[in-house]
């Protein structure tokens, strides 16, 4: 999908963070469709319906723009806190929550971002950590609110426990590159995580 251009319109000219929201979901749209390798600022620009030097104004190399065009794709997906009272329908909800998100992000982890982690020296695992570790503090309350009610020994829990089913979840979805089915989901809960804490 094409943005539309900044000179649409009787005197229509983006600034600021519109334009920068315009160019971000357009160094997005390109890193999916093209991947890494082959994304330029001249195709960016031109998805965004601006100029190639606007584009350089605002990111000084390539790698900065689609680091911050993860980001921005990872922002509009947020955790909402299931709060059920059940730590077992908590875990689950947040798994189907992540299952679409670690799909999306699934692709560009493999074939599209291989040369950006090759050109700058990251891993995936320090990706996924900006990504998803801004989100881990509604998961621990997940597993702590569960300890305060009794329901599980806090003594059982450790950090790799406590990241067991999102972690599944997560190998899963990068094996097949799909979200993983509900009964998947509820199988790991009930045969892996939850006998491991109770």
Request: hydrophobic share 45%; net charge negative.
């Amino acid at each position: 999908m094409h943005l539309t251009s900044p000179e649409s319109g009787p005197g229509r000219r983006r600034h600021g963070a519109e334009l920068e929201a315009a160019l971000l979901d357009a160094a997005w749209e390109e890193l999916m469709e093209r991947g890494y390798a082959a994304l330029t600022f001249a195709a960016v620009a031109q998805r965004a319906g601006t100029s190639r030097p606007v584009v350089n104004r605002h990111w000084p190399s390539k790698d900065t723009l689609v680091r911050d065009a993860i980001a921005r794709a990872s922002d509009r997906f947020t955790l909402i806190d299931p709060d059920t009272g059940s730590l077992r329908d908590d875990t689950i909800a947040l798994l189907e929550q992540l299952n679409g998100a670690f799909t999306m992000f699934a692709a560009a982890m493999t074939a599209q971002l291989a040369a950006y982690f090759e050109e700058t020296g990251t891993t995936p695992a320090e990706l996924r950590a900006s990504l998803v570790d801004q989100r881990w503090s509604l998961i621990e309350s997940v597993t702590r609110r569960a300890v305060e009610r009794g329901e599980i020994d806090g003594a059982k829990l450790t950090p790799r426990i406590v990241r067991l089913p999102y972690d599944l979840l997560r190998h899963e979805v990068l094996m097949h590159l799909r979200p993983m089915s509900s009964s998947a989901i509820q199988e790991i809960v009930d045969t892996v995580f939850l006998p491991l804490v109770g």
